[in-house]
């Protein structure tokens, strides 16, 4: 590979157990947050978004939660698949004034 | 969401070299942006690729390393100028329709320098 998130954290989960991943947002006056997932040679992924005026969003297999008292996003992932394993990134922004602003990133390793 | 190709892939370069790289996307973006990824890093903005006039660079970038061109709707280039080691990279092309709306990312170009 191309040691993408060769010096990030990193999260092992069982197959089928549930994950959750956790991003810290820096900047109080953002109101849009994407996750995104980058495997090993390719580009980032969207997986889901959630804008400041919810609190949590729903697609499939994948929950995103927002705090912003703490500034806090999470990514929820039911029934963790091997397919799952990437690294994942939170990024926000102030909506209508991109680009967006990356998060460190958290390696997802699935045991099978 | 759009489709978007970079050119080259990868790249292994010598220090001193410059290299170009391509971005081109299946349909008409209003924003297109380059970010740099170190290894075993997050991605970094370098700039924001404006359409008939210069880039917008972020702290630590400047035109004179990478320079930028932006001809029309679906196409950019991003050169990275006079290499080094430390210019060893993922570089990510960028797209979005325009504010508010979500960015996808090319799949990069893996640049080596030795």
């Known amino acids: 590979g191309e040691n993408v998130g060769l010096h990030l954290p990193t999260l092992s989960v069982q197959e089928g157990d549930n994950s959750i991943i956790n991003c810290a947002y820096s900047n109080s006056a953002s109101d849009y947050f994407i996750w995104y997932k980058q495997e090993s040679g390719k580009g980032p992924q969207f997986i889901i978004d959630?804008?400041?005026?919810?609190d949590k969003r729903q697609g499939q297999r994948v929950t995103v939660l927002l705090n912003k008292t703490v500034k806090h996003l999470s990514l929820q992932i039911a029934a963790t698949q091997p397919g799952d394993s990437a690294v994942y990134f939170c990024a926000e922004n102030i909506w209508g004034n991109t680009p967006l602003v990356f998060g460190k990133g958290t390696r997802l390793s699935v045991i099978a | 969401s759009a489709v978007i190709s970079q050119k080259p892939s990868r790249d292994i370069c010598q220090r001193g070299t410059s290299l170009t790289i391509q971005c081109q996307v299946d349909s008409q973006v209003t924003m297109m942006f380059w970010y740099r990824q170190q290894p075993g890093q997050s991605l970094t903005l370098i700039a924001t690729?404006?359409?008939?006039?210069?880039?917008?660079?972020e702290s630590g970038f400047v035109i004179d390393k990478f320079p930028i061109s932006r001809p029309n709707l679906t196409f950019s280039t991003l050169t990275v100028s006079n290499m080094s080691p430390e210019d060893s990279s993922i570089y990510l092309c960028?797209?979005?329709?325009?504010?508010?709306?979500?960015?996808?990312f090319g799949p990069g170009t893996r640049l080596t320098v030795l």
């Open positions: 960028s797209v979005s329709g325009g504010p508010g709306d979500t960015q996808y």
């Open positions: 959630i804008r400041s005026n919810m």
């Open positions: 690729a404006n359409q008939g006039s210069e880039a917008t660079y």
